[in-house]
């Protein structure tokens, strides 16, 4: 499984970025793909997740309104447009993939990651 993301930057507080998460050796439909973050010094929180099977999906109180995931299982690829960027949200994003079309909670339940891409929100 090779999870490839892109769309990271610099913005200013309110702007906005688009996350893409393409992956190969799984197939979405029988997946879950989590977004994930970690900013320095702290812990890697979950973003948001969907389901490839159901559609379900999951968002962190803090990215509610302002973030929504979206995938296209022909092209095995997740998305994540971000919207209202604030400083807070500066972090290192990654995507992970679930074997399972189940969400998943913690980090530990997902079983491939991406290399991460860098998102600064400053003025």
């Known amino acids: 499984v090779r999870l490839v993301e892109s769309g990271g930057g610099s913005v200013q507080p309110g702007g906005s970025l688009r996350l893409s998460c393409a992956a190969s050796?799984?197939?979405?439909?029988?997946?879950?793909i989590g977004w994930f973050r970690q900013a320095p010094g702290k812990e890697r929180e979950r973003v948001s997740c969907?389901?490839?099977?159901?559609?379900?999906?999951y968002y962190a109180a803090s990215v509610k309104g302002r973030f929504t995931i979206s995938g296209d299982n022909a092209k095995n690829t997740v998305f994540l447009q971000m919207n209202g960027l604030k400083p807070e949200d500066t972090a290192v994003y990654y995507c992970?993939?679930?074997?399972?079309?189940?969400?998943?909670?913690?980090?530990?339940?997902?079983?491939?990651w991406g290399q991460g891409t860098q998102v600064t929100v400053s003025s």
């Open positions: 992970a993939a679930r074997r399972s079309p189940v969400l998943g909670t913690r980090p530990d339940q997902y079983d491939s």
């Open positions: 050796g799984l197939s979405l439909d029988t997946s879950a």
């Open positions: 969907i389901s490839g099977s159901d559609g379900s999906i």
